[in-house]
C-alpha cells in the first residue's frame, strides 16, 4: 500500500519544501472552486480498483497525527486558502485572516458572510482514513494529506453540517443537498483512490448507489 502512496507523496513534499525555502509572498491563485474530481465514469472504475476490508480500529488516532492548517505562503495557513479559494469577494487583513466575503455551502446550500460559520471539510475525514490505511503513514504522509489543495480533499462548508458529519463515511452520512451527491461521492473516491486507502462494503455500496444517479 505505501509503495504507490511515498512515491506520489515524494513529488508532493519536494514541492513544499521548495515553496518553504523560497518564502513565497503571495498566496496561490484562487480557483472559486474545491479542484473538480473525477468524472463518474472514472469514479466507477476506480471504486472497483480499491481494496474492500473490514474498517480499521480507531485506536492510537489523534488529530495531532495529521498536522493541518500549515503555513502554504507568507502568512497564509491551509485554512485561510481555502476561505479565499472557495469564496466570493473575500478581503483579508495582514495576517490573511479573511474579514469580509461570502462562502456558498455546497453540502447544504447555505451562504454565509462570516468566515467563522465556515468549517474547512476533509472530504474523507481524518479519522476515517486513519482507519482506512493511514494509520501506517508517516506523519509527514498524514500532513500532506491533511493539507492537500490539489486533490478533491478540502472544501469550505456551513460549520454545523461538517460537525454532524463528523468522521462518517458515506454509508452513513451524505451532504443534505442531494444534488451534490454525485460530486460528493466522486471527490470522495478520487480521494480514497489517490491514497491508496481502502473502503468497507457498506460503504462501497453508498459510493455506488450514489454514482448511479451521476
Given amino acids: 500500500m505505501l509503495g504507490?502512496?511515498?512515491?506520489?507523496?515524494?513529488?508532493?513534499?519536494?514541492?513544499?519544501?521548495?515553496?518553504?525555502?523560497?518564502?513565497?509572498?503571495?498566496?496561490?491563485?484562487?480557483q472559486a472552486a474545491m479542484p473538480t474530481p473525477i468524472a463518474a465514469s472514472t469514479a466507477r472504475t476506480y471504486l472497483s480498483q480499491l481494496t474492500v476490508s473490514a474498517e480499521g480500529s480507531s485506536s492510537g488516532y489523534s488529530r495531532d497525527k495529521f498536522p493541518h492548517w500549515i503555513t502554504q505562503s507568507g502568512t497564509c495557513n491551509t485554512r485561510e486558502v481555502v476561505l479565499k479559494r472557495d469564496g466570493t469577494g473575500v478581503v483579508q487583513d495582514a495576517s490573511c485572516a479573511a474579514t469580509s466575503g461570502s462562502w456558498y455551502s455546497e453540502y447544504d446550500g447555505a451562504t454565509w458572510t462570516a468566515a467563522s460559520d465556515v468549517d474547512i471539510d476533509h472530504m474523507v475525514p481524518l479519522a476515517e482514513a486513519w482507519r482506512s490505511g493511514a494509520s501506517n503513514w508517516t506523519n509527514a504522509q498524514r500532513q500532506a494529506y491533511a493539507n492537500d489543495l490539489t486533490r478533491p480533499q478540502l472544501i469550505a462548508v456551513t460549520d454545523n453540517v461538517n460537525q454532524s458529519k463528523g468522521d462518517k463515511d458515506p454509508a452513513k452520512w451524505m451532504p443534505p443537498r442531494a444534488a451534490y451527491h454525485c460530486t460528493y461521492a466522486r471527490a470522495w473516491v478520487h480521494v480514497k483512490h489517490y491514497y491508496n486507502l481502502s473502503v468497507d462494503s457498506a460503504e462501497k455500496t453508498a459510493l455506488q448507489t450514489a454514482l448511479k444517479g451521476c
Fill in 4 to 30: 504507490i502512496y511515498a512515491r506520489r507523496i515524494a513529488v508532493a513534499a519536494s514541492a513544499a519544501a521548495l515553496a518553504a525555502t523560497t518564502g513565497l509572498l503571495t498566496a496561490p491563485a484562487a
